[in-house]
């Protein structure tokens, strides 16, 4: 069982929901948000030890300007950023080569909608070294 | 003015001009003999051969100077080379009359040619320009005439072909001389006015191919935009499923869990479906592909891995016979092998129990060639055409598998004509049938 603390900032509801369901189950400490002035107020006020990040918030592309700006500030680079992703058709981005290239897209581990629980389990776990 | 070829290639008709003087040499040279050496037809043959000789010395000198123009893809522009093909036509104007004048002059039916001169100015150049090359080959020819009937210049005369002397006939030489003047304008007048006409037709179909291809940009792009929407909605209705599937959030009984489980399924259908549709979409928008050299063979032995458990499911057998020597080919590999595997897993699904698939790669000038038969259900009489449309199923294959996304043979069209190779299907005489395709081995 996990005690972190996960911040999961996605503008779809209904993926923000089910993922907090799932991270809840293994009983970890869930903060949500909506957007990226959300996530980063969350980020000030919340001592983070893992963010789950949607790529394309608002139809803009909020999530890789957040995951850089994260990896550029002493205070936040340490945690490690799970990017979700649904737009691999559209954007024909290989996520699998591009996570870890720190200059173009600052993260740890991607994760493709639909999210499957046992599969968000186990890349959360990774990343907090629970594995 | 606007010209027929305003917008094709007019480099290519300046050497098609030069390719047509080398069968006008040999017909001049041929001409000559037979008139002299068959007809008895008196000649200064050795005066006409020289003109023959100055005729392929000065062809072979246009054509140097056109592939100097045109060496290494260069394009000259159109001015340009309109000034080489009228330079041509007034060189061509000028010998021709030389020629005549060497060989009867009026007598000699052989000056009806100057109306292929026309025809050429016509199509080539501009109207204004036409007119101007009729004008010149009528003062060409009637300097000549007119200066053999004063006797300023010596008449060649084709003794044992024409017993008068019609060139001395005043009211002859004036009647055909107006008749030549008429028959040169005249035919200047129609080919122009055709081509005009055909010219705004060729411009016409251009700017509606334009607009057709605008056209489908902007509905594969809505499709995309769309498609991809939907998705967004069945990621989080896959997700909350999923979740309530795996009875995380509390025990389900066994109706529940049945009709969870269906609606997540059909739910992986839909999405299924909107993921082919987006990959076709974008493989249509999108440019290039990234093409590499890769090894076929393991592309083929991975799609048989792929496949192998739901064969032996069914009791299939898979034989492949791949053609020694063959291994690399060039291409993108990822979408090689999910052609592959989308054939063979077709192949699979729609061929029953205990029956076989066989694949076979072959060379085949300059082609890799694939192909694919089962034992299975094979395609309907007048389905093959339609079997590679978008969203099209054949009723045999909708019988066995209802859900299918009518998209993958849509797909693998796109793909091996990306490649620039050919796909195709047919039934086999024994029955079921073969799916094939033709990849370059260098594209």
């Known amino acids: 069982m996990g005690q972190a603390r996960i911040l999961i900032v996605d503008d779809d509801p209904d993926i923000t929901e089910a993922m907090k369901v799932v991270l809840e189950t293994e009983g970890y400490t869930v903060y949500t948000a909506k957007d990226k002035e959300d996530g980063m107020e969350q980020l000030k006020t919340t001592k983070l030890d893992l963010i789950i990040l949607d790529v394309i918030m608002n139809g803009g592309r909020d999530g890789f300007v957040l995951s850089r700006e994260l990896k550029q500030d002493a205070k936040y680079k340490h945690i490690p950023i799970l990017m979700v992703t649904a737009v691999r058709e559209k954007t024909g981005i290989d996520f699998k080569s591009a996570a870890g290239d720190e200059t173009w897209l600052p993260l740890e581990d991607f994760l493709d909608k639909p999210v499957k629980p046992e599969v968000l389990l186990k890349k959360v776990k990774g990343l907090l070294y629970e594995l | ?443």
């Open chain 2, 1 to 443: 003015m606007e010209t027929l070829l305003q917008d094709t290639n007019l480099v290519k008709r300046a050497y098609w001009l030069v390719r047509l003087r080398w069968a006008a040499i040999s017909v001049l040279a041929i001409a000559v003999f037979v008139s002299s050496e068959v007809l008895r037809i008196s000649l200064p043959v050795m005066k006409l051969y020289a003109m023959a000789c100055v005729l392929v010395l000065y062809n072979f000198l246009l054509f140097l100077f056109l592939r100097h123009f045109t060496f290494g893809g260069k394009s000259p522009s159109h001015t340009a080379i309109r000034r080489i093909i009228t330079f041509q036509v007034s060189a061509d104007l000028f010998v021709l009359t030389v020629i005549l004048h060497y060989s009867g002059g009026i007598e000699n039916p052989f000056f009806l040619y100057f109306v292929f001169h026309m025809i050429i100015a016509s199509i080539f150049l501009s109207t204004r320009q036409s007119y101007l090359q009729a004008t010149l080959a009528i003062f060409f020819f009637g300097f000549v005439v007119f200066l053999e009937y004063l006797g300023f210049i010596r008449h060649y005369a084709l003794e044992g072909f024409i017993s008068n002397n019609l060139y001395r006939n005043g009211l002859f030489v004036l009647g055909t001389f107006l008749v030549f003047s008429t028959t040169l304008y005249l035919v200047v007048y129609m080919t122009a006015s055709i081509s005009r006409q055909l010219s705004k037709q060729q411009q016409w179909y251009e700017e509606a191919n334009m607009q057709l291809r605008e056209k489908d940009y902007l509905k594969n792009e809505y499709v995309l935009r769309l498609t991809h929407d939907i998705k967004g909605h069945l990621a989080a209705i896959q997700s909350c499923i999923n979740i309530v599937d795996t009875q995380m959030v509390g025990p389900l009984n066994e109706k529940q869990t049945d009709l969870v489980e269906r609606a997540y399924r059909r739910a992986g259908k839909c999405m299924a479906f909107i993921t082919a549709l987006l990959k076709l979409t974008r493989m249509k928008m999108t440019g290039e592909l990234e093409m590499t050299g890769f090894s076929l063979k393991k592309v083929i032995f991975n799609t048989l891995a792929a496949v192998q458990n739901r064969a032996e499911r069914k009791g299939i057998t898979i034989d492949y016979n791949i053609e020694a020597g063959i291994d690399e080919v060039y291409g993108e590999p990822v979408l090689i092998e999910e052609t592959i595997t989308n054939l063979l897993f077709n192949a699979a699904r729609y061929t029953p129990h205990n029956g076989t698939i066989k694949i076979s790669v072959k060379n085949q000038k300059g082609s890799i060639l694939f192909e694919i038969s089962d034992t299975g259900i094979g395609i309907p009489q007048g389905d093959i055409e339609k079997i590679f449309d978008e969203f099209y199923r054949s009723r045999n294959a909708r019988e066995i598998e209802r859900d299918g996304t009518g998209l993958g043979l849509s797909i693998a069209k796109q793909v091996i004509e990306r490649h620039r190779g050919q796909i195709w299907a047919k039934n086999n005489p024994t029955g079921g049938c073969t799916f094939g395709f033709s990849l370059p081995k260098k594209c």
